[in-house]
């Protein structure tokens, strides 16, 4: 039996030692490399990106948007595969990843399967209190983005950095939407599910995934994630849940609440605060890490912070320009 052509594309923009570590898996797959492709995206990077892809083998197409999903769009026009796989230049695919996945196109409704995306075991300190919180039901929101779940489940949204595809449903939704400044694979695969499409989550499909290792890059990550949350919000509502709402709002809540009833305040963030040390108590547990641990509030805070501004100024400013980069 002839095994598909699988194609795999990454959308890049000066990720040149990520990308080294990222090809490096690919080429150790466990399927015959000669019907693998991988298409590289360069958002014109400025550090030696390309020249890294190419000496991979890499077929490397100019994004001249230098975003993600100009890139996916830009990549998937001259991909050949029958399968289509998403990933990002910060993740280590297993070497499964993509024989493993196959197994669940034999039904016919399957779209795009994907399962977790791990921290890796060399990530600092901040990072796996990233991965930490993410894989904590009461902050993922409803999304399964780092999650690490045991079951196959129908799901409603797989992220970009683990999803591969059946080209023959990915081709009735593409091009991506490119107005979108994040949640562009949420609005993509909601397009499928109108179509009748499942979205399977696979737990034995799986990358690892680097979290942004410092604070400023995961409140820029957060801050985005709710601009673009907001935004397919405002399109479909299917996209947006609550938990996204109340946290968006959180803010200016709570300093309303701080200006008219400072006892409730008070007594709030008194419950917040052994919250978010339950947490970092539960982190300790499970990673044996002190420094994890104390990265833990931290994380919290930035999420809560930056998700809450990042909503607001798209409820009060809202982005005109089509693709702007924030």
């Known amino acids: 039996m002839i095994l598909p052509l699988v194609s795999i594309i990454i959308p890049v923009r000066n990720e040149a030692g990520l990308l080294k570590n990222c090809l490096e898996s690919i080429s150790n797959l466990d399927y015959p490399k000669e019907r693998i492709e991988v298409v590289i995206a360069d958002g014109m990077s400025t550090d030696g990106t390309a020249e890294v892809a190419r000496q991979y083998g890499a077929r490397v197409v100019l994004n001249e948007k230098k975003t993600v999903s100009p890139g996916r769009n830009v990549a998937f026009k001259p991909a050949k595969g029958e399968i289509i796989a998403f990933t990002d230049a910060d993740c280590i695919v297993d070497k499964n990843w993509i024989k493993n996945s196959l197994k669940y196109f034999d039904d016919a409704n399957a779209a795009c399967v994907g399962g977790p995306n791990l921290t890796p075991s060399d990530e600092g300190d901040f990072g796996k209190a990233v991965g930490f919180v993410f894989n904590q039901g009461i902050f993922s929101a409803g999304s399964i983005h780092a999650r690490e779940l045991k079951e196959i489940k129908e799901v ?80 479909d509502c299917r996209m947006i849940n609550l938990m996204h709402i109340l946290t968006g709002l959180a803010l200016p809540i709570g300093l309303t609440i701080l200006v008219f009833l400072p006892v409730l305040f008070w007594s709030m963030l008194i419950l917040y605060t052994l919250l978010i040390l339950s947490y970092a108590g539960a982190a300790l547990l499970k990673t044996n890490s002190i420094g994890v641990s104390l990265y833990v509030p931290l994380v919290i805070s930035i999420m809560l912070c930056a998700w809450s501004l990042g909503f607001m100024r798209e409820l009060i400013f809202p982005i005109e320009k089509s693709g702007e980069v924030i």
């Open 156 to 235: 409603k949204s797989i992220p970009g950095c683990n999803a591969v595809y059946r080209r023959q449903a990915l081709e009735k939704v593409m091009p991506i939407d490119e107005s979108l400044l994040t949640c562009d694979d949420t609005e993509l695969n909601q397009r499928l599910i109108d179509r009748g499409y499942k979205l399977l989550y696979t737990p034995d499909v799986f990358v690892w995934h680097y979290r942004r290792p410092n604070p400023k890059r995961l409140w820029k990550q957060m801050y985005r994630y709710a601009i673009g949350r907001l935004q397919g919000g405002k399109r």
